[in-house]
């Protein structure tokens, strides 16, 4: 945060915005890009323990040709849109980071394994090496170009450690080429959940690119910099997610009945985080975001409180979407982000125009409770974790749950 907010004084409001409506745009593709596989390689590394080296392999080329794709499209279309072509140098350089992303693919590994003191290392040594180019580019004076390059830096410095880990720590030593059957059941089994997360990241996304298009670039800022400052609760909630999955598909595979009560649990500690997030997150903004990223920012504290009250979505939202990678219902999620999608697409055309960034800030949350939750009601592969994650949402009034809940990350 103390990086972004220099960042943020550096380039000011307008400037600010272009970049962070690039990175925007970059994570609305990200998910088609990585193919959303995660859920998929995971349960095919539990199945299959003695060809992780030959799964993993193989997610990295699927990855690797799907981002390659996915950016040359986008950098195409981008070149031939006016309103972008003004900034094509800061979208491409940006985007790189559709073709990084493959590299990043051993994470999953270690996840399934429960080793996070290797990608931790990594990600902090890129981070710092990111951040210490932010900083040389800050004192020279740099553009946006400039900081777009470190934006997408790090990831390429993440994932080559990765990588180099990976193959230095992998007891799984098969040589075997990556077999296509296995490529093709990787791709036909991640296509919904691919279609699906980029719908997600449009829906979760596109209030910055409707607060560009009918505010302009000093509000795009002023909002990017609320967006920038309540990404923890993105970074908690896939985090903690991500750690506890392996045991769910384990479970999943082997005991079913066990898994419907281990669901519930990991709904209640999800949420339970997601309360402590959302509450110190609003509470640090007031003295924060005006210190941080100065004081022309400060009409994005609101924001920041708003986006928080509806990040509890966000909490519950990654466990269902694991329950329907875990039942072959990823289409379920296709559904649900079109619908947040239209919601906030049509609340944003009402509410921003009247009531500026905090109108785009009330159509977000509004549409992800529709997404989010409505339609557990309504698709009926998610009718049965319809109570849990309900009840789960009143997780902070119910203290004897709490230590259940708690015990899953002892």
């Not at 390689?41 to 996915?70: C, M, W, Y």
């Not at 040589?175 to 959940?193: C, D, K, M, Q, W």
């Not at 977000?364 to 009926?380: C, M, R, V, Y």
């Not at 592969?381 to 749950?401: D, E, G, K, Y």
């Amino acid at each position: 945060m103390i990086i972004t907010g220099l960042v943020a004084r550096h380039l000011g409001p307008a400037g600010f915005g272009t970049l962070n409506t690039a990175a925007a745009a970059v994570a609305m593709l990200l998910p088609l890009a990585s193919l959303s596989a995660e859920a998929v390689v995971v349960r095919e590394l539990v199945r299959r323990p003695d060809r992780e080296r030959e799964i993993i392999r193989t997610a990295v080329i699927l990855r690797l040709g799907a981002g390659a794709t996915v950016f040359a499209i986008s950098l195409g279309m981008a070149a031939f849109t006016p309103e972008i072509k003004a900034h094509l140098a800061v979208a491409a350089l940006v985007g790189l980071s559709l073709v990084w992303q493959s590299a990043e693919t051993p994470e999953i590994w270690f996840r399934r394994h429960l080793r996070a003191v290797h990608p931790s290392v990594a990600r902090l040594a890129a981070f710092l090496a990111a951040a210490g180019t932010k900083l040389g580019l800050i004192a020279a004076d740099a553009g946006p170009a400039a900081f777009a390059f470190a934006y997408s830096l790090e990831g390429l410095l993440y994932g080559a450690a990765l990588v180099t880990v990976f193959r230095a720590t992998s007891e799984a030593k098969s040589t075997a080429p990556p077999e296509r059957g296995l490529a093709r059941r990787l791709l036909r089994e991640s296509a919904g959940l691919a279609f699906g997360g980029m719908l997600g990241a449009v829906a979760l996304k596109v209030d910055q690119m409707l607060v560009l298009l009918w505010l302009g670039p000093v509000a795009a800022g002023t909002y990017s910099a609320a967006c920038r400052f309540t990404e923890i609760h993105v970074f908690v909630s896939t985090a903690l997610a991500a750690s506890l999955y392996p045991g769910l598909a384990e479970l999943h595979a082997r005991a079913p009945d066990e898994f419907r009560g281990r669901l519930e649990r990991q709904f209640d500690l999800l949420l339970l985080a997601g309360w402590i997030s959302a509450t110190a997150v609003t509470l640090a903004a007031l003295p924060a975001v005006p210190r941080l990223f100065g004081p022309m920012y400060g009409d994005a504290v609101p924001v920041v409180a708003i986006q928080s009250a509806s990040a509890l979505m966000l909490f519950s939202g990654v466990l269902r979407s694991q329950y329907a990678a875990l039942t072959r219902t990823g289409w379920t999620q296709a559904v649900s982000a079109a619908v947040m999608l239209g919601t906030q697409v049509a609340l944003g055309s009402l509410l921003i125009p009247s009531h500026g960034i905090i109108g785009a800030a009330l159509s977000q949350g509004l549409a992800a409770i529709a997404g989010g939750w409505i339609t557990t009601a309504i698709l009926p592969p998610l009718r049965p974790v319809l109570l849990s994650q309900t009840r789960a949402f009143a997780i902070i009034l119910m203290p004897w749950r709490w230590f259940a809940a708690l015990q899953l990350v002892s």
